[in-house]
């Protein structure tokens, strides 16, 4: 492994740790916890921009807009099927965009956003949810950070 592989190892397995430091404390609202998630996120992985959760709204085949820490979206509702976003929540898959202009189905947030990466939530197999996140980076995202998502929404799971 590179030094490089290496502090990115690090840097991810402290931020696994700290998540699960957050999501076990009761005292805060899960809400609230979500945020310290999302504040966490963006402040220690300097490509990720906007850092968001979507959960399904009720019975309805729509997302709604969770806790986030960014700058704020019009899409704060967004029908299964549309968008990035809209797209996993049927897949039931993560969604890793390198370049959104060359998506067509792609629902834009801010002109400065060159990628993005969705991760869903699983809570007992069902697809509840995901963990969205923009990059003003182009091609910013590897497998590593698909495993890192993917352990942080198992975390999170527990707790939804
Ligand atoms: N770009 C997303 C919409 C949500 S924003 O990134 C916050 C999409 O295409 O689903």
């Not at 996120?41 to 960014?70: H, M, S, T």
């Not at 991760?119 to 910013?140: A, E, L, R, Y």
């Amino acid at each position: 492994m590179d030094i490089f592989t290496k502090i990115i190892k690090m840097n991810f397995d402290y931020l696994k740790s700290k998540v699960t430091e957050i999501v076990s404390n009761a005292n805060e609202t899960v809400e609230n916890r979500l945020y310290q998630i999302c504040e966490l996120l963006e402040a220690n992985i300097p490509y990720y921009d906007w850092v968001g959760f979507y959960f399904r709204n009720g019975d309805k085949e729509e997302l709604k807009l969770g806790p986030y820490v960014g700058e704020p979206t019009d899409h704060t509702i967004i029908p299964f099927g549309q968008g990035i976003c809209g797209q996993v929540a049927v897949s039931n898959k993560n969604f890793v965009v390198p370049d959104v202009s060359a998506q067509d189905n792609y629902l834009a947030c801010s002109i400065s956003v060159k990628a993005e990466i969705v991760v869903p939530i699983f809570v007992n197999g069902h697809n509840i949810g995901q963990i969205d996140i923009d990059s003003k980076t182009t091609d910013p995202f590897s497998d590593k950070d698909e495993r890192f998502l993917e352990d942080i929404c198992e975390i999170i799971g527990k707790i939804l």
